[in-house]
T-cell receptor, first 112, second 113 residues
Framework: KQEVTQIPAALSVPEGENLVLNCSFT??????LQWFRQDPGKGLTSLLL?????REQTSGRLNASLDKSSGRSTLYIAASQPGDSATYLC???????????FGDGTTLTVKP | KAGVTQTPRYLIKTRGQQVTLSCSPI?????VSWYQQTPGQGLQFLFE???????NKGNFPGRFSGRQFSNSRSEMNVSTLELGDSALYLC????????????FGPGTRLTVT
């Protein structure tokens, strides 16, 4: 059974800081890993998708890396802004299981 | 291109009743997945449909069921509602299963009293 752990559970930083969110998973037989953000009471917004054959993906101020063999992914946010405040979730897609397993998320607060 | 839509957005039901939730995927997407989100359990996978066929099912009781129509729209049904079924139900669509990006709808907030 895939177990997904996200560290830290919560993070509070001043505006402008660069930060790293961590995601680890126990089963490395994955198709891909997707990062999402969720605002309170809302649905999930896709941020980045990394296929199992890729090492990293970038979108604007976001950069996600994947080390499949060690079961780890990181999401790097550059020059954080108050609008980045949200819960960030990672979801590896397990091969032969047809589903994504979600971590509990990291709740980020960026203070002006 | 319109995103994933879910109806209704909010629902209040009484224990023992049944409920049907609807999900319309992004145009052209044929894969639809359903998830339940609660504060205690996080996001839990319910089921996935592709081309009107259920591909996978999560670890939920038989009271939870779903289907997909030929236009890729999907519905999920919960019968004999329990208080513990109160949750945010999220639907996600993708072009096809497994390797493509998933896009989520805004969810249906179900409250069982």
């Amino acid at each position: 059974k895939q177990e997904v752990t996200q560290i830290p559970a919560a993070l509070s930083v001043p505006e402008g800081e660069n930060l790293v969110l961590n995601c680890s998973f126990t089963d490395s037989a994955i198709y891909n890993l997707q990062w999402f953000r969720q605002d309170p009471g809302k649905g999930l917004t896709s941020l980045l998708l990394i296929q199992s054959s890729q090492r990293e993906q970038t979108s604007g101020r976001l950069n996600a890396s994947l080390d499949k063999s060690s079961g780890r992914s990181t999401l790097y946010i550059a020059a954080s802004q108050p609008g980045d405040s949200a819960t960030y979730l990672c979801a590896p897609r397990l091969a032969n299981a047809g589903k994504s397993t979600f971590g509990d998320g990291t709740t980020l607060t960026v203070k002006p | 291109k319109a995103g994933v839509t879910q109806t209704p957005r909010y629902l209040i039901k009484t224990r023992g009743q049944q409920v049907t939730l609807s999900c319309s995927p992004i145009s052209g997407h044929r894969s639809v997945s359903w998830y339940q989100q609660t504060p205690g359990q996080g996001l839990q996978f319910l089921f996935e449909y592709f081309s009107e066929t259920q591909r996978n099912k999560g670890n939920f009781p038989g009271r939870f069921s779903g289907r997909q129509f030929s236009n890729s729209r999907s519905e999920m049904n919960v019968s004999t509602l329990e208080l513990g079924d109160s949750a945010l139900y999220l639907c996600a669509s993708s072009s096809a299963p497994d390797i493509y990006e998933q896009y989520f709808g805004p969810g249906t907030r179900l409250t069982v009293t």
